[in-house]
């Protein structure tokens, strides 16, 4: 980022001579004194001359060398520039297998008790599912995204058909059944907190058949990452990952809405992504800090898992390759609602692995993609790639790697 910055001043000094701090400020979308520190170093490598709100360059006052360096930056720049851009082509393609439902939420001033009613504040009609979010989450952090979903034949499905084909989502198959409606998420939230609790009522997405999988075969085997969840039927999911395997394309499975069935299919899968309470119903024991979740993650790797990643809301989030922990705090957000907080982890940590990240900078993205769509009072209301790269780079975010050996942190 700060490269790019440094980049953009000295190119638009190259062309017009001045520059001045806010222009700079609202053009590259960061605080004055970002600018201001950028300028001064600048200056203090003998690029520019700083003056009252901005800075000025004479290139023909300049020596040789001064030019030569400026050149040097900006054809460096350049070079990267078609670098990440060629490799942005070659490797950046999620596949994303899952639900669409549409979401009926109701804003609470707190959650009611058994048998309560509660007036609701506000209620919204939107679009959702694990599927959906997640596939726009892999989509806002700039990825090639095939959504593969089923609806029914009803009004909801005319609203999913018509969302997706609108949407930022690169691609979809959306397969269509008259034997059920599509499905709804009824979705109960409290407006000081974003606490939510969550009804399913799963629909067309339990149709979805393994022969339909297999027709969208291609999409799978020329992606270079899968995201799977358990919003769809045991035979499709069996299927999805059977194609993803047999062709080396590396699967996450987020285990939600958590059932039992889910042992039966994490053998060698390459990445799991549950929160506290799958993790535990997972690893049959109770799962409330970062101790207990590390106990959590040797437990679930024993069953196969390549990579466990245990999100633990506020705490943040926990990985295990069998070797060693990376532990990554979350950043600090206003919350809103934290219904979509974990489709945005998720979809946001397939786009960074699907890049050839690392699992850590993988999380560290994931993480501040997910810290924004909680700020946000829909689940399927994702941030733009920029804006979580301006968080990452205006925070403190620091990761912690951990031995197997160690219990603590």
Do not use: W
């Amino acid at each position: 980022m700060k490269f790019e910055r440094h980049h953009r001043i000295l190119k638009e000094l190259s062309i017009s001579g001045v520059v001045k701090v806010s222009n700079l400020a609202k053009s590259l979308k960061v605080t004055k004194e970002t600018i201001r520190s950028d300028l001064n170093e600048l200056a203090g490598q003998g690029y520019l001359t700083r003056c009252h709100g901005g800075a000025f360059i004479t290139l023909d006052s300049l020596d040789n060398v001064a030019k030569n360096e400026i050149a040097y930056v900006l054809e460096k720049y350049e070079s990267a520039q078609k670098i990440k851009k060629g490799l942005s082509a070659m490797k950046n393609n999620v596949c994303v297998i899952g639900s669409f439902n549409v979401d009926i939420i109701s804003y609470l001033p707190r959650l009611p008790s058994t048998g309560e009613s509660l007036l609701a504040d506000k209620f919204i009609f939107s679009p959702g599912g694990k599927g959906c979010n997640q596939a726009l989450a892999a989509s806002y952090a700039d990825s090639d995204v095939h959504f593969i979903t089923k609806v029914g034949s009803d009004h909801f499905s005319d609203y999913a058909i018509n969302f997706i084909n609108s949407s930022k989502i690169h691609k979809s198959v959306i397969y269509q059944t008259k034997e059920t409606q599509t499905g709804t998420a009824t979705i109960m939230v409290n407006g000081d907190t974003g606490d939510n609790v969550i009804a399913i009522y799963p629909g067309a997405n339990m149709t979805i058949s393994p022969d339909e999988i297999t027709t969208q075969k291609e999409a799978i085997v020329h992606s270079d990452i899968v995201l799977v969840q358990l919003e769809t039927n045991y035979e499709a999911l069996q299927q999805t990952i059977r194609l993803a395997q047999k062709n080396d394309i590396p699967v996450i499975i987020n285990p939600a809405p958590y059932n039992d069935m889910v042992n039966t299919i994490i053998d060698n899968i390459d990445y799991i992504t549950p929160n506290e309470t799958e993790a535990g119903l997972l690893a049959n024991m109770a799962v409330n800090d970062i101790e207990s979740a590390k106990c959590a993650a040797k437990i679930i790797h024993q069953k196969g898992v390549k990579n466990t990643i245990i999100t633990l809301g506020s705490k943040g989030s926990l990985a295990y390759d069998g070797t060693q922990f990376i532990y990554s705090p979350a950043f600090p957000a206003v919350v809103k609602n934290t219904a979509g907080a974990g489709d945005a982890f998720n979809g946001a940590l397939a786009s960074g692995l699907a890049k050839g990240k690392s699992l850590a900078s993988a999380l560290c993205y994931a993480s501040a993609f997910a810290s924004l769509a909680v700020e946000t009072p829909n689940a399927s209301d994702m941030p733009e790639n920029d804006s979580v790269l301006h968080r990452i780079q205006g925070s403190h975010y620091k990761l912690s790697l951990l031995t197997k050996s160690r219990s603590r942190l």
